[in-house]
């Protein structure tokens, strides 16, 4: 079955960095956008960015575009989600996704926590 774990998540400062991994078994990772999401307290669950199966193509929300980088390495069927300058807005719990054959599929989420 599709599995999907993240991990790396902690309490961080204002200004520091944090990075995120995604590890996923049960499907054909190399072939699947992935996706990181993530949801405040209060909030609702939010687009990070995505990144294509073959890497050559990424996208992020406006708030963490030039902060964060997403990759992947399909050789190890995991993603990963490089934050950096991290802000207090950026607290929330972070998940990754895959959505195949049109079912959404979600990890368990982390907890990324900025504050001084």
């Known amino acids: 079955q599709v599995q999907l774990v993240e991990s790396g998540g902690g309490l961080v400062q204002p200004g520091g960095s944090l990075r995120l991994s995604c590890a996923t078994s049960g499907f054909t990772f190399s072939i699947y956008t992935m996706r990181w999401y993530r949801q405040a307290p209060g909030k609702e669950r939010e687009l990070v960015g995505s990144i294509n199966g073959v890497s050559t193509v990424t996208s992020y929300a406006d708030s963490v575009k030039g902060r964060f980088t997403i990759s992947r390495d399909n050789g190890k069927n995991t993603m990963n989600l490089q934050m950096n300058s991290l802000k207090p807005e950026d607290t929330a719990v972070y998940y990754c996704?895959?959505?195949?054959?049109?079912?959404?599929?979600w990890g368990q989420g982390t907890q990324v926590t900025v504050s001084s």
């Open positions: 996704n895959t959505r195949i054959l049109e079912t959404n599929y």
